[in-house]
T-cell receptor, first 114, second 117 residues
Framework: AQSVTQLGSHVSVSEGALVLLRCNYS??????LFWYVQYPNQGLQLLLK??????LVKGINGFEAEFKKSETSFHLTKPSAHMSDAAEYFC????????????FGSGTQLTVLP | GAVVSQHPSRVICKSGTSVKIECRSL??????MFWYRQFPKQSLMLMAT?????????EQGVEKDKFLINHASLTLSTLTVTSAHPEDSSFYIC?????????????FGPGTRLTVL
């Protein structure tokens, strides 16, 4: 069984500040990890994914995440927040590289303050 | 490429009626499609996995007779909410699994907001 825990259902940062969204996973097999962003009343957009290659993964819109096996973590970061980053972010885990069955975390609402 | 559409984007219906939601992969073939439900301020919960030409696999707790899924072709899957009730009001999102450029990925539709009065 796999699971994902996102610490902090709400995160607020000032525009230009560092964004850090936390994700810890549990998996009995080597995991495949994903971060998705959801804007209001829209579907999910893939930000980045870890599929057992490089542990530091760069995604779209300046986001990146680092896979740390020892900490079972896959935190999402962005050096400088922009107002357009305000959205809901979901971490997800899969036991296959095909992203065929995803287990989602509970989500983190990011607010960017002017 | 890899665009998934859903229709309608929002629907309001009376209690007891049935509602059909379509999920289409516009520029690729999807052998597997997934249906998720998302309640306000909550995460996505997988309802069922749909494979073209075969019966859908439902997650525990999801009534297959209430949420009818048909995956008639490699580009179309439909979810029918039968005898809808207010508690079925939710955001329904589909996704399509595909192998593109050697990479396997799941592509999400924009979602359908269902409101049952």
């Amino acid at each position: 069984a796999q699971s994902v825990t996102q610490l902090g259902s709400h995160v607020s940062v000032s525009e230009g500040a560092l964004v850090l969204l936390r994700c810890n996973y549990s998996s009995s097999v080597p995991p495949y990890l994903f971060w998705y962003v959801q804007y209001p009343n829209q579907g999910l957009q893939l930000l980045l994914k870890y599929t057992s290659a490089a542990t530091l993964v760069k995604g779209i819109n300046g986001f990146e995440a680092e896979f740390k096996k020892s900490e079972t973590s896959f935190h999402l970061t962005k050096p400088s927040a922009h107002m357009s980053d305000a959205a809901e972010y979901f971490c997800a885990v899969s036991d296959s590289g095909s992203a065929r069955q995803l287990t989602f975390g509970s989500g983190t609402q990011l607010t960017v303050l002017p | 490429g890899a665009v998934v559409s859903q229709h309608p984007s929002r629907v309001i219906c009376k209690s007891g009626t049935s509602v059909k939601i379509e999920c289409r992969s516009l520029d690729f073939q999807a052998t597997t499609m997934f249906w998720y439900r998302q309640f306000p301020k909550q995460s996505l919960m997988l309802m069922a996995t749909s494979n073209e030409g075969s019966k859908a696999t439902y997650e525990q707790g999801v009534e297959k007779d209430k949420f009818l899924i048909n995956h008639a072709s490699l580009t179309l899957s439909t979810l029918t909410v039968t005898s809808a009730h207010p508690e079925d009001s939710s955001f329904y999102i589909c996704s399509a699994g595909a192998s593109l450029a050697g990479k396997n990925e799941q592509f999400f539709g924009p979602g359908t907001r269902l409101t049952v009065l």
